[in-house]
Nanobody, 115 residues
């Protein structure tokens, strides 16, 4: 059983930075691709960033140049560095581990960006 815990969310002003962490336990972390998703009130959940088992990142157009996803397999942790935050980044952020159709989700962490 894979268990995920997100942390690092909070309330920040626009233009500031925040780093989210997702710590995994219960399985071999390195065999999973990891994605960061977010869901704002009244909106559908969307993929923000994804990193493969080989460390190759992909980003949604809305966050390119501002967000950076990375992973530390020795610590079983994936990070999302968020710079130049905008009010539209406000959402609950979730990490997801996936491998061959098997998906695991964390509980989420709230990010609120004030104008």
């Amino acid at each position: 059983q894979v268990q995920l815990v997100e942390s690092g969310g909070g309330l920040v002003q626009a233009g500031r930075s925040l780093r989210l962490s997702c710590a995994a336990s219960g399985s071999i972390f390195s065999i999973f691709a990891v994605g960061w998703y977010r869901q704002a009130p009244g909106k559908q959940r969307e993929l923000v960033a994804r990193i493969t088992t080989g460390g190759n990142p992909n980003y949604a157009d809305s966050v390119k140049g501002r967000f950076t996803i990375s992973r530390d397999n020795a610590k079983n942790t994936v990070y999302l560095q968020m710079n130049s935050l905008k009010p539209e980044d406000t959402a609950v952020y979730y990490c997801q581990l996936s491998r061959r159709g098997y998906d695991y989700w964390g509980q989420g962490t709230q990010v609120t960006v004030s104008s």
